[in-house]
């Protein structure tokens, strides 16, 4: 008996474990997944300029309202990972597992909303920022394209030349191949909702740096907070990074849904600049789109 009660409470640690080692992993506000991250983002907004503010969250909608919330009325957070770890599909890829679904729960302690009222009040906010070093050369901020009433988000890295220049995202050759990949999941160009991890351009294409990341990372969040996805499909590994932290590279990745604070499905493939230069990689970008069909019970 005793034994028993001492290999339960042991399984019930070790599930413990696994579940705060997950937030960390994910990036869940209030379980910081590196120590020095706080002080160091807190260092460059001193150095920098005032962050966006937020106020804290209301009390969270039941998860039995409207599956689609009208964009001007932000949805609250509602409910907290079921599992501890990821879904791993790779094992099976002719049957695509679904995403996690999340259980009702109430929501998570340290979650924030955006003080703007509507996501067009938070795309001005955008127009005029220079927290980071990359408003200098920016001709202007590129900030979303699409309605979201899909539920459907496609996060990728940054505005490139085209989009920098239109002020739109995915507008150049990926984006038009991303178009292909949204026509091909049965979704409707406008039915989706596209941004960028950072909303201006980084000079010659490059990466957009850590610090300019975390600059950015309030705007990103309050777009999701406003857009509540079912599921954001993460383009490339610098996505995958601003999303979740994880930096073990978009090869290892992709494939594999993990939560993106704690309760949105994230599917992380490659991003279409990568297809357009191997275009034998498509072949596992729609596997990646297939189990987010699956996910969103558009698929068997
Ligand atoms: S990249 Fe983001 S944080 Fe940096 S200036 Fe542009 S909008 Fe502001």
């Not at 339960?8 to 997950?22: M, Q, T």
């Not at 706080?38 to 039995?64: G, M, Q």
């Not at 050369?137 to 220049?165: K, L, Y």
Request: glycine share 8%.
């Amino acid at each position: 008996m005793e034994d028993d009660v001492a290999h339960e409470l042991l399984e019930i640690v070790r599930e413990l474990r696994a579940h705060v080692e997950w937030h960390g992993v994910s990036g869940t506000i209030g379980l910081p997944r590196d120590p020095g991250a706080k002080a160091r983002v807190e260092a460059f907004w001193r150095e920098h300029a005032a962050p966006p503010a937020f106020e804290e969250a209301p009390p969270a909608p039941s998860r039995d309202a409207p599956r689609r919330a009208p964009l001007e009325a932000v949805a609250a957070p509602s409910a907290a990972p079921s599992p501890a770890a990821p879904l791993d599909r790779k094992d099976s890829p002719a049957r695509p597992v679904r995403a996690p679904r999340v259980s009702p729960a109430p929501s998570p302690a340290a979650v924030h909303l955006p003080k703007y009222g509507s996501l067009d009040e938070l795309k001005e906010a955008v127009r005029s920022c220079t927290a980071c070093a990359l408003h200098e050369q920016r001709t202007q901020t590129v900030f979303a394209r699409g309605t979201g009433s899909s539920r459907v988000c496609f996060v990728g890295e940054g505005p490139g030349a085209e989009e920098d220049a239109q002020g739109e995202p995915f507008v150049g050759a990926a984006g038009q191949l991303l178009d292909k990949m949204i026509a091909a999941m049965g979704l409707g160009r406008d039915e989706v909702y596209i941004c960028n991890i950072v909303k201006c351009r980084p000079p010659n294409n490059r990466r957009p740096e850590p610090p300019e990341i975390a600059a950015c990372s309030g705007y990103l969040r309050a777009q999701l907070q406003f857009l509540d996805p079912e599921v954001i499909i993460a383009l490339g590994g610098t996505a995958v990074s601003g999303l979740l932290g994880l930096t073990e590279g978009i090869t290892r990745l992709r494939g594999t849904f993990r939560l993106y604070q704690g309760r949105i499905p994230v599917m992380p493939t490659f991003h279409p600049a990568y297809l357009l230069r191997n275009p034998g990689a498509k072949r596992e970008v729609w596997a990646d789109l297939k189990a987010v069909l699956a996910h969103l019970g558009r698929v068997s």
